[in-house]
């Protein structure tokens, strides 16, 4: 199985919305796992931002 | 931790064999577990793994499901010339991958190390939310930590992660944290080099300046608001001057102008349950990241009465979701219901969840743990008001002994596999039956969830929204570029 990056597949995946059967499983590669229920979805990324 | 060396797992054969290795007589989960796979590993193996197969379910009349509920291997089928076939080729996939979904799920339920610690600073509280779980003479009453204290509770967690590669997550949490906003502060200015820290809080003690400062250490940060309007809002989030929060809560929002550490923490009760669609766009319109929509717990005896009708949640959960979506891809600028894509996580990639509570057994005493104001160490700050399950006193013991502890233990014994009805459900390991907290103080651990049927629409819902190609606006987009496809149909 080749190990393709969510986001430029995705982007394939937009022509096959009515194709038929879907299946797929991901892996988190960068976050720890399941890190916790309170910084949602990736750490607060540590470069600033502007106010 | 639990248990000791990787062993595939194998799923339970019936609810009798659990008892006859000891594993429901009370405190001994641990022993139970090990005795459990000791067992199954002589007398399960090669028969259970020749007659596990596929669940079918219908989704609705023009999609079915066929799931493994054991791995979470799942495909959506649609209706093809009035049938639904199953190709070759996605058994050969599912006797490819099998194994190794296995491995993975049971890793992450049971070798998943503790991650995240939530501290609760003082047990005292500005607000007076009628569901709180903390019982009302606590957070009247409570203690507060002092800041030599919290420096003793931060000394001995960098000692207990001082080999850990990921840097632990603290959260400063219930009752009100920022009641000591100073020695949380202080530590947070000591300690942002080598833990991650974020505060859950009403903002009714959050000043501008205050902002600068999370936004600077890059804290995590959870604003509690029920609702849009103030009069909704107010009802449950109250203040102990008999107000509510709103007025703060919004202006902290404003304040912090799409801060990628904001979430939005709502509590929904049949007060509010018909405004979640509504509460999406306004706090989308302020710019708010992610947005938890999450299920009152009836934890302490008052929050019953709150209890949404599970039909009626689901449907407005729903409707707050496909809110979400539809302005997520008209602006442009995302708005995730944070709860919601953790079930398509579930589905999706089981261990890069973020919310440990619908896994089980849950994350409480396994992957998180509370300390609270007088230094007791509990799986959970659910459990604060049941102090027969502190795991010891921090100041008098030490992180490791909490985690081998008699209550730790019992609460990771909860599992799936010991409720009845969720030990035969097809999504057992979606939503994993929370929460253990909740329902012995209902009377019972090993009860089903509380929001059985609201979880199953709500599941039923994920999987076509995955077959409809939506899961880019349903995650954040950072999730989506840290994730790699381990395979696809």
């Known amino acids: 199985m080749s190990r393709v990056k969510a986001t430029k597949v995705e982007k394939k995946g937009n022509s096959r919305e009515k194709a038929g059967i879907v299946s797929f499983h991901l892996r988190c590669a960068k976050t720890a796992n399941g890190l916790t229920h309170f910084v949602m979805y990736g750490d607060v990324p540590r470069k600033k931002m502007p106010l | ?489």
């Open chain 2, 1 to 489: 931790m639990l248990p000791g060396p990787f062993k595939r797992f194998k799923p339970f054969k019936s609810f009798r064999q659990l008892k006859r290795v000891g594993f429901l007589s009370g405190l001994n989960g641990l022993n139970g577990l090990n005795k459990l796979k000791h067992y199954q590993s002589r007398r399960e193996t090669s028969m259970r793994e020749n007659q596990r197969n596929l669940s079918f379910i219908d989704l609705d009349a023009g999609w079915k499901l066929a799931l493994d509920p054991e791995n979470l291997f799942w495909s959506v089928i649609p209706k093809e010339d009035g049938r639904f076939l199953l190709p070759e080729g996605l058994i050969d996939l599912y006797k490819r991958e099998k194994r190794h979904l296995d491995e993975e799920m049971y890793n992450f339920r049971f070798n998943e190390p503790l991650n995240c610690i939530y501290i609760d600073p003082t047990d005292r509280c500005n607000a007076n939310c009628p569901y709180c779980y903390i019982p009302s003479d606590i957070r009247k009453g409570g203690t507060q930590m002092t800041g030599e204290q919290l420096d003793t509770v931060m000394q001995k967690i960098i000692e207990y992660f001082r080999d850990f590669k990921k840097k632990p997550v603290i959260v400063f949490h219930a009752a009100e944290p920022l009641l000591v906003k100073d020695i949380i502060f202080d530590a947070i200015r000591r300690y942002h080099r080598r833990l991650l820290f974020g505060i859950q809080t009403n903002a009714l003690l959050l000043q501008k300046e205050d902002i600068e400062f999370i936004k600077k250490y890059r804290v995590g940060v959870g604003i509690s608001l029920d609702a849009p309007e103030v009069d909704i809002n107010n009802r449950s989030r109250t203040t102990t001057r008999r107000n509510g929060n709103y007025e703060k809560a919004v202006q902290a929002i404003e304040w912090f102008n799409g801060y990628e550490g904001l979430n939005v923490i709502s509590t929904v009760t049949k007060y509010n349950v018909h405004h979640l669609a509504d509460h999406v766009k306004f706090l989308h319109k302020k710019k708010v990241p992610v947005v938890l929509l999450n299920p009152v717990r009836v934890t302490q005896k008052p929050a019953l009465r709150l209890k949404p009708d599970e039909r009626v949640f689901a449907r407005s959960l729903i409707d707050a979701v496909e809110t979400a979506m539809r302005l997520t891809r008209e602006s442009g600028r995302q708005i995730v219901v944070g709860n919601f894509a953790n079930v398509i996580l579930a589905i999706v990639s089981p261990t890069a969840r973020r919310m440990m509570c619908d896994i089980s057994p849950c994350g409480g005493g396994r992957t998180f743990l509370t300390i609270t104001a007088n230094g007791d160490m509990l799986p959970c700050g659910e459990f604060t008001g049941f102090r027969e399950f502190s795991g010891g006193n921090i100041f008098k013991t030490s992180i490791e002994k909490a985690m081998r502890s008699k209550p730790f233990r019992a609460v990771r014994a909860r599992m799936v596999e010991k409720i009845e009805e969720c030990n035969t459900c097809d999504y057992r390991h979606i939503c994993g039956s929370p929460c253990p907290a909740e329902m012995y103080g209902r009377g019972n651990m090993y009860r089903k969830a509380e929001f059985c049927e609201f979880y199953k629409e709500i599941i039923k819902y994920a999987f076509k929204c995955l077959a409809e190609g939506k899961i880019k606006y349903l995650l954040r987009k950072d999730a989506m570029d840290q994730m790699v496809f381990e395979y696809r149909y």
